[in-house]
């Protein structure tokens, strides 16, 4: 349960209560009325903005609903008190018997605590990745590879169909060059000396493999023969060959994507003149000469009559075209294409996860995803910020596979999928993360991922002891769902409950934002919050969670510790890391 949610309808139950009896006007716009946690926790638990919203409406002073509304909420067996603050805020303060209702409530759903029909099942396409297919991953991928795959774990979880999607940029002239480059390193398979890499070629040695394999497969039936013999059945086969090497990667970070969508596919079934011609239709196509770029004007700039598309009409600085000079289609009029294929398939959500590159990409994909579903699609997209590959705060040098990059398995396989989901996510997407080989394998609070991991296995350990020490004492999960929940009373016992119960609401706020790293922020404090708690029981031993010769405190304290454990592996199933049982 988001105990929030429940609270804004306890709100707006009391304030409609109210009005039955005359105390306010009918019909009400409760649209802005929220409950939310207070800026400063002394002040309750929770806080509602509702006499502040409908004092214009109702013509009556804040303060004098918020007396009314307070004495209607604390009527609630739930809550303790309902103060007034300010000009008519109310604060609740929840009471413990509520706290140790939301503790049994997560004992006995379990991890699937947290999960929300807010989404009501409607679908979304979440693309990611999407990298050229051109060689392997690099570490900036990894970041919008994770980010994009614990966007669509927690939408699901929110209760979305998510589609996962990959686009292959697999039509452009960066796969031409490929396929040369293939081709170079097939004659080498085949005993020629290549002494260098021409300039616009790709130069990393992953290659070879694939030359070597159309060696072995075709012999010398493509050597001397023209580059039209040969060009396209290199591009097919070198494509296919970086998409398994891709995929390869992707699966050693844990991630498997459902569809994956070719741009050349796409051109070949007219995708792209069916899109333009649907804009047409609508009037959103003309024949215009734009401006040149402000700045300095490229050389090659002329001011020539093009197919325009009406982007401005949806909130774009400026009309774009969608024809080159030669008669082809634009990237944009391929994208508008490959977008309207998407909202085709079923998806008016539409989620693009991108590198900061991009970035002026958004304006005119929005207004184009727009135009091009009548109004119904609606596309938003993440941008992901660079990271910076460090070891104790150096530059790391570049791999010799790669030939120009460090590439995502390097990492993956010297700090292990876990580690790099989790750090990839310590900042919001749009920031600039570093990632310190060094820092991010330290066993340290300064180290989230182990914090974090390490809460969960303390956990654990916790149980682990107490069958061992208490063998009397039934620890099940069965049995903790059947502890005396009411024996916490104490202060920090009541906080660490009040933290795990703030998860559902967590779930939902990240969802609607698209902001995966929340949920790594929420394990962060939910972790701090066992270990401060662990901390305190070393110097005082009232606050232990073993107590030999009291064993229902000791079974109650067991079952907020079990439901510790369950948060936080359900926080790590969203950012798709296993919780550790144990840290060695």
């Given at each position: ?47 509602t ?9 109702a013509?009556?002073?804040?303060r004098?609903?918020a ?24 604060n609740?303060?929840?009471?413990n018997?509520?706290?140790h ?34 060689g ?5 991928h ?47 398979a ?40 040969w060009?396209?059945?290199?591009r097919?086969?070198a ?25 050349l596919?796409?051109?070949?079934a ?5 899109a ?8 959103l196509?003309?024949t215009?000469v ?5 700045g ?36 944009f ?5 490959y977008h ?18 991009h ?26 910020q ?10 790391v ?32 997407n ?22 974090v ?9 916790v ?18 769902r059947?502890?005396?929940l ?5 202060p ?14 967590t ?32 110097d ?45």
């Amino acid at each position: 349960m988001n105990l929030f949610r429940h609270f804004r309808s306890a709100v707006i139950d009391g304030i409609d209560r109210l009005a039955a009896g005359g105390s306010l006007p009918a019909g009400l716009d409760t649209g802005n009325v929220n409950a939310e946690p207070p800026r400063d926790p002394s002040h309750g638990d929770i806080a509602t903005n509702a006499a502040l919203v409908l004092a214009k409406q109702a013509k009556t002073k804040p303060r004098d609903i918020a007396e009314a509304l307070s004495a209607v909420l604390a009527d609630d067996d739930a809550v303790e008190a309902a103060e007034i603050a300010g000009p008519g805020f109310i604060n609740l303060r929840l009471s413990n018997g509520f706290w140790h209702r939301q503790l049994a409530e997560i004992l006995e759903e379990g991890q699937s605590y947290g999960d929300s029909d807010i989404g009501k099942g409607e679908p979304v396409n979440v693309e990611y990745v999407s990298a050229n297919p051109t060689g392997p991953l690099h570490v900036g991928h990894g970041r919008g590879a994770v980010f994009g795959d614990a966007l669509a774990t927690l939408l699901e979880k929110a209760g979305y169909a998510v589609t996962r999607e990959y686009y292959i940029n697999d039509a452009g002239a960066q796969i031409d060059a490929l396929a040369r480059s293939v081709h170079l390193r097939y004659r080498e398979a085949l005993g020629e000396t290549i002494i260098e890499i021409p300039d616009g070629l790709y130069p990393g040695e992953y290659l070879k493999d694939v030359g070597a394999r159309i060696a072995a497969s075709d012999g010398d039936k493509w050597v001397g023969q023209p580059e039209d013999a040969w060009l396209e059945h290199f591009r097919l086969t070198a494509t296919a060959a970086m998409m398994d090497l891709i995929r390869d990667d992707l699966a050693a970070l844990g991630i498997h994507q459902s569809v994956f969508s070719s741009e050349l596919a796409i051109q070949k079934a007219g995708r792209v003149e069916e899109a333009v011609h649907t804009l047409k239709e609508r009037g959103l196509i003309y024949t215009g000469v734009l401006e040149p770029p402000k700045g300095k004007k490229p050389e090659d700039w002329e001011p020539r009559p093009q197919m325009l598309f009406r982007a401005t009409e949806f909130g774009d600085d400026v009309d774009r075209p969608l024809q080159k000079s030669d008669g082809s289609w634009t990237y944009f009029a391929n994208d508008i294409a490959y977008h309207w294929d998407k909202y085709k398939r079923g998806s008016a959500k539409l989620i693009d996860v991108l590198g900061a590159d991009h970035g002026g990409y958004a304006k005119r994909m929005k207004a184009a995803t727009k135009a091009i579903s009548g109004g119904e699609g609606e596309l938003d997209i993440k941008f992901c910020q660079l990271v910076s590959l460090l070891d104790d705060g150096q530059p790391v040098r570049m791999s010799k596979r790669a030939g120009s990059f460090v590439t995502l398995r390097d990492v993956v396989d010297k700090v292990g999928k876990d580690v790099v989901r989790f750090i990839m996510l310590t900042r919001k997407n749009d920031a600039a993360l570093e990632f310190d080989f060094a820092r991010v394998t330290e066993q340290s609070k300064d180290n989230p991922v182990f914090y974090v991991q390490y809460a969960h296995a303390r956990s654990r350990s916790v149980l682990r002891n107490a069958a061992r020490d208490l063998p009397g004492l039934d620890t099940s999960d069965e049995a903790l769902r059947k502890a005396e929940l009411s024996l916490l009373t104490q202060p920090p016992e009541l906080d660490l409950i009040k933290r795990l119960a703030a998860w559902p609401r967590t779930v939902e706020a990240a969802a609607e934002a698209h902001e995966p790293h929340r949920i790594a922020f929420y394990l962060y404090e939910l972790a701090a919050e066992l270990h401060g708690l662990w901390t305190k029981g070393k110097d005082a031993a009232d606050l232990r969670f073993i107590l030999p010769d009291q064993p229902e405190l000791t079974q109650a304290r067991l079952a907020l510790v079990r439901a510790v454990a369950t948060v936080i592996a359900s926080g790590l199933a969203v950012i798709g890391v296993e919780p550790a049982e144990e840290m060695r």
